[in-house]
T-cell receptor, first 115, second 111 residues
Framework: DSGVTQTPKHLITATGQRVTLRCSPR?????VYWYQQSLDQGLQFLIQ???????AKGNILERFSAQQFPDLHSELNLSSLELGDSALYFC??????????????FGDGTRLSIL | LAKTTQPISMDSYEGQEVNITCSHN???????ITWYQQFPSQGPRFIIQ???TKVTNEVASLFIPADRKSSTLSLPRVSLSDTAVYYC????????????FGKGTRLSVIA
């Protein structure tokens, strides 16, 4: 158990809809990262927050947004969903703001299916 | 970011030592090498990180030659539960280098 909690585990919705994925980081971790994993693209870094502030941005679409709240949990909002957004979405956390230098602890992901 | 190249897949029998090599010819002076393991439908799990020579922990060893252009993850006496995808990543430990996952190496352990 990594200590990172993601909800929901599974989400099924239709094209054009909007969903919110939630992540609670490991106790004591201030950084939260979001990743997307699809069969053809592998694991892609989306965005990082540290102590409530956006720290780094990867290949995140404009239809996607995220935030980290004062209690350090984070939400990833996906809107105007397309079939290609079907994927596993992982959240990870680490203690500090540095992305690479310390281990990231991953949750078990949210599987999003767009019908 | 230094690009990494690793075998797409490997097979091994239970009880054998498995060595997975990763090439990173353009590794920078400040770059570290990190390995993650991922089981199906689970998030990646940190295995080991190193800069040069040899690093060992309770799970694996990481061998890095002097030129640091490659590295080898060594898993001693693998079991069926070691069947997973293993990712080699290279990046600066400081700053804000994001993790860049490639395709990884799919290790299949056979009884």
């Amino acid at each position: 158990d990594s200590g990172v909690t993601q909800t929901p585990k599974h989400l099924i919705t239709a094209t054009g809809q909007r969903v919110t994925l939630r992540c609670s980081p490991r106790s004591g971790d201030l950084s939260v990262y979001w990743y997307q994993q699809s069969l053809d693209q592998g694991l892609q870094f989306l965005i990082q927050y540290y102590n409530g502030e956006e720290r780094a941005k990867g290949n995140i679409l404009e239809r996607f947004s995220a935030q980290q709240f004062p209690d350090l949990h984070s939400e990833l909002n996906l809107s105007s969903l397309e079939l290609g957004d079907s994927a596993l979405y992982f959240c990870a956390s680490s203690v500090g703001p540095v992305s690479f230098g310390e281990p990231q602890h991953f949750g078990d992901g949210t599987r999003l299916s767009i019908l | 970011l230094a690009k990494t190249t690793q075998p797409i897949s490997m097979d091994s029998y239970e009880g054998q030592e498995v060595n997975i090599t990763c090439s990173h010819n353009n590794i920078a002076t400040n770059d570290y090498i990190t390995w993650y393991q991922q089981f199906p439908s689970q998030g990646p799990r940190f295995i080991i990180q190193g800069y040069k020579t040899k690093v060992t922990n309770e799970v694996a060893s990481l061998f890095i030659p002097a030129d640091r252009k490659s590295s080898t993850l060594s898993l001693p006496r693998v079991s069926l539960s070691d069947t997973a995808v293993y990712y080699c990543l290279v990046g600066a430990r400081s700053g804000n280098t994001p993790l860049v996952f490639g395709k990884g190496t799919r290790l299949s352990v056979i009884a």
